[in-house]
């Protein structure tokens, strides 16, 4: 079972942000990115276990910022 949410949209309201989970063989939660219409889904985070949610758009809509589970060695 696959479920999205946390959409965000970007400054023109032209591009949504989104968490799916459950995609694919894995059950992790990664981040999209969508056309306001629904169209172009484009997957921008594939870490299978990691979870990515929460996602946001910068004020100018050049980046996303979101959450995430990963350990950061540095």
Aim: charged share 20%; hydrophobic share 30%.
């Amino acid at each position: 079972m696959t479920a999205a949410g946390m959409p965000d949209y970007n400054a023109t309201g032209t591009l949504i942000a989104f968490s799916r989970c459950g995609e694919g063989d894995f059950p992790n939660c990664d981040i999209w990115s969508m056309n306001a219409d629904g169209s172009a889904e484009d997957r921008l985070t594939s870490t299978p276990d990691v979870q990515e949610t929460w996602p946001s758009w910068s004020p100018d809509g050049t980046q996303i910022a979101f959450t995430s589970d990963a350990d950061d060695p540095s």
